[in-house]
Each structure stands twice: as C-alpha cells, then as structure tokens.
C-alpha cells in the first residue's frame, strides 16, 4: 500500500517564484509524491465584487476585502508554469495544480499533467466537471460543503461524460480553514465509499497532524495537506497550513502507518517477537526439590520464567502424575 500525497502548496507562494521553488524542495525534501498549485484567471472565477471568505480576511487583515484583488497577485502565467514544472523535476517531485475555470483545464492539459484535481468549490460546476471528464485523465474530487447527493450528482456527471469508476478517487473535506476537530466527521470518508464502491481519500484543513495519519487506517489513499514556508507570512491559506517540519512528520507518520496496517490480518506470533516468546513466557518448574517418584501437587510445583519448558496450559495434566527423576528448584520439570 502506499498512500499519495498531495502537498498543497496552493497560493502560498505569496506570488513569488523563487518562494514556490522552495516549496517545491520542502515538499519534496518532505517525501510528498505531488506538489500542488493552484491555475487560474482572477477575472474567470471571481466578479469584482466578490469579498474574501471570512478566515482570508483574518488572515490577511490587510484593508482590502476585494477576492478579485487578493487572487490577481496570487496568478500563476504560463512561464511560471513551465519554471515550476521543470523545478520539479529537478528536484525528484510531481507536479500538479488545480484548474478553477475552464480556460485553466485546457491549458494544464496542454501541459500534460497526469491527473485532474476537482477542488470543493467546482463540485457543482457541471461545465466544469464536463470538461475535466471529457479529457479522460484519472480525477481527485474534494467535498468540501457538499452533501451526499451533490457529491453523487458530480460523480454521475464524471461517469457521464467519459471516466470510468476506476479514474476517480474521492476526498472527505471540510471546507473551513482551520477546520474544528468536532467538524471532521471522518467517518463520512467511509459512508462516500461505501455509497459510491470508489477509492476515498482526505483533504485536511485542521491544524496538526494527526486526522490525515487518522484517514490513512480508516484506508484513504489519497492524503491531501496544505503546508507553508512560514505560518505566519502574509496570505489567505498560511495559517490553516503545516511548516515542512510539520509536513515531514506527517508524511513520515503515513508511512508508518502503512506499514501498520500491511499485515496479512491472521493473528500469529511475527518474525520480530519470536525471539521474545522464550523470555517472557513461563513453564512449569520445580517449586522445591522434588524426589524421583514423587507425585506432582501444587505445593511442589509452580510457574516461572523462561517458557522453554512445559507451557503452563497442561498444569491439569501435569498435578498427579509422578516424578520420572528428581529435580532441584526452579529446574524445568520434564515427564
């Protein structure tokens, strides 16, 4: 098993290409399989009188409540594009960004990126999902404020207009920055599964850690998380996202977990504790000296460490038959 993870750098490279750069080296330094932008055109997705969402005016608390504004210093063009992509190379790491209007989906096509990432907000955009579904490429969909019918809304429309079942994972998502641990409700990740028979994964606002580690037992396997150079740099998303020391600990812990959960699922000693069964399990032995003859009772027998001897299970078997020789305390009786 190896769960994909989506480091999502998103806009906080603050408008800053060597800053997105540096992203890129955290994210893959990290040992994130993807990292994440986010393609757009301010004037396509936004009208000019648009506000910012509540936490992006608390994040940036800069005087201008304009979204238009906020979103034209955060654009990517295409030269920037290539730049990143090409630093991604570089540095052993997956480009991807996320498309928000449909200018942006022709055009990260153009530039041969192997999957489509569906943010929360265009889950019911139906030209949108129309046109991500027609280019036929595998499909992460978030679910962000969405509820069980608009996500199987989405999802007949990506199995209408050309994907296969099999193309399209699924994310669980809050879409509240930083979400509130009561507001998780990870277990809707299963009750997506268990409706639409698709693999499921998690996008994470909450601070911390540990609920993506959390998603990857419940069998996400696709992990999404927003992380940062520095949480407190201007911008809407730094906040609400992980510092690379906090991005490496998770996906570390990712890791691990995948290990964890590999096993067959057969409840058997493993290679590792085999060694220990000796020392930590008890026999049967002599609990004083004991005579050739005698006949085995609870006063002369007893229970210790090592558990190389007769297992303790047959005590019944053992109390009332004779001793075939004699023994010294604490010496493993035989029969």
Wanted: glycine letters at 6%.
């Amino acid at each position: 098993m190896h769960t994909i993870i989506i480091a999502e750098a998103g806009v906080n490279h603050n408008g800053s290409m060597e800053m997105a750069k540096e992203l890129i080296d955290e994210a893959a330094k990290a040992g994130a399989d993807f990292v994440k932008f986010q393609t757009f055109k301010a004037e396509k997705i936004v009208s000019k009188s648009a506000t910012k969402a509540k936490y992006q005016q608390e994040n940036m608390a800069d005087g201008d409540n304009s979204q238009h504004t906020m979103l034209k210093r955060l654009e990517l063009d295409e030269r920037m594009h290539h730049e990143l992509i090409s630093h991604c190379n570089k540095s052993g790491i997956k480009f991807l960004s996320t498309a928000f209007d449909l200018e942006s989906i022709d055009f990260l096509n153009k530039l041969k990126i192997p999957l489509y990432k569906i943010p929360s907000g265009e889950i019911t955009n139906k030209p949108y999902l129309q046109s991500i579904a027609d280019k036929g490429k595998p499909v992460i969909m978030s679910t962000g404020m969405a509820n069980m019918d608009e996500i199987k809304a989405a999802f007949s429309v990506l199995l209408k207009y050309g994907l296969s079942k099999d193309q399209i994972t699924v994310l669980h998502c809050n879409t509240e920055y930083p979400t509130p641990m009561e507001d998780v409700n990870l277990k809707a990740m299963l009750n997506i599964s268990d409706e639409l028979g698709v693999k499921v994964g998690y996008s994470d606002h909450t601070n911390g850690i540990e609920v993506p580690i959390a998603a990857v037992a419940l069998g996400a396997v696709v992990i999404e998380k927003h992380f940062t150079l520095n949480r407190s740099l201007p911008g809407p998303d730094h906040k609400a996202s992980l510092e690379p020391s906090d991005l490496k600990a998770m996906i570390d812990s990712v890791r691990n977990i995948e290990k964890a959960i590999s096993g067959s699922g057969i409840k058997e000693p493993s290679p590792s504790e085999k060694k220990n069964m000796i020392v930590a399990r008890k026999s049967i032995v002599a609990a004083c000296a004991i005579h050739k003859g005698e006949i085995f009772t609870t006063d002369n027998l007893t229970v210790k460490r090592p558990g190389n001897g007769i297992t303790p299970m047959r005590w019944d078997e053992i109390i009332g038959t004779n001793a075939k020789r004699d023994f010294q305390e604490d010496e493993l009786i035989e029969i």
